[in-house]
């Protein structure tokens, strides 16, 4: 269930639409030094609005600091090798890669949930344990933002209009 994503253009196999879109970004980080309002458009395509994760220490960041840390990046000439795509979930997946910058060399693995395809969480993970979490964590914010969702009148869910809104009832 795993597919290994490279940076250059010719994969083995196709890749989903959300699967391309981790692919165009990864490949963004090349080893050469860039300005962050080359590629911002394409990190806008892949990161929600609502977009909550954690860094690799840990550290709870939203997506204005997601876009400060990759700005960082990719100013320092950051290079990313070797990553790797499992679809865990019908909204979650597991992506793996190389991230070589400043001298340091680092193996990351974040556990992501994808809304609208997009990522709207991803938690930084280390092992069995971690993706559990990662993955218990996603299911209790996606059950958050869905309540965070409901109205006095109406109750939205993904852009639909419940039909039971404003007291309709089932016969």
């Not at 080359?38 to 395509?45: D, L």
């Not at 344990?129 to 964590?137: P, R, S, T």
Request: proline fraction near 1%; hydrophobic fraction near 35%.
């Amino acid at each position: 269930m795993s597919t290994t994503i490279t940076n250059n253009a010719n994969a083995t196999t196709k890749p989903t639409t959300f699967e391309n879109k981790i692919r165009q970004y990864a490949a963004l980080f090349d080893g050469s030094e860039k300005d962050f309002c080359e590629v911002e458009s394409t990190f806008n395509g892949l990161h929600h609005d609502d977009f909550l994760g954690t860094d690799i220490n840990g550290e709870e960041i939203d997506k204005a600091a997601k876009k400060q840390l990759d700005e960082k990046r990719l100013a320092a000439g950051a290079k990313v090798t070797n990553v790797e795509y499992t679809r865990t979930d019908w909204n979650k997946a597991l992506v793996e890669f190389h991230l070589e910058s400043d001298g340091n060399s680092v193996i990351s693995q974040y556990y992501v949930t994808i809304k609208d395809k997009k990522i709207i969480e991803a938690r930084h993970v280390n092992g069995l344990m971690g993706i559990i979490k990662a993955g218990w964590l996603s299911d209790y914010h996606s059950i958050r933002r869905v309540q965070s969702y409901q109205h006095v009148d109406k109750v939205v869910f993904e852009g639909y209009i419940s039909p039971f809104a404003g007291g309709a009832r089932v016969n």
